[in-house]
């Protein structure tokens, strides 16, 4: 099985239990796994909170190879904290 590593909290995982953030070419960052382009990973049970920590380390332009806005950061972490709190119910 694949193992990746979180661009926030640096922990590697094994895919599952990881999910993938891609820059659509408008410049907003999405999560989905088979979207096309470069990808990162962030830890699926603490996804909002890596992507605060990958944020403060400007890690997404890095990791995507692109420049992200702050507002594409802010953006992708309240579609993850609503992501949680469907799954949650």
Known sequence: MPVRTCVGCRAKRPQPELVRVARTPDGT??????????????CAAT??????????????????RADVTPE??????????????????
């Open 29 to 42: 960052l999405t999560v989905g796994r088979t979207l096309p382009g470069r990808g990162a990973w962030l």
């Open 47 to 64: 996804a909002s909170e890596c992507a605060g920590q990958a944020a403060r380390r400007r890690a997404f332009g890095r990791a995507l």
């Open 72 to 89: 594409a950061v802010e953006s992708l972490r309240t579609l993850l904290a609503n992501r949680a709190s469907m799954e949650g119910r």
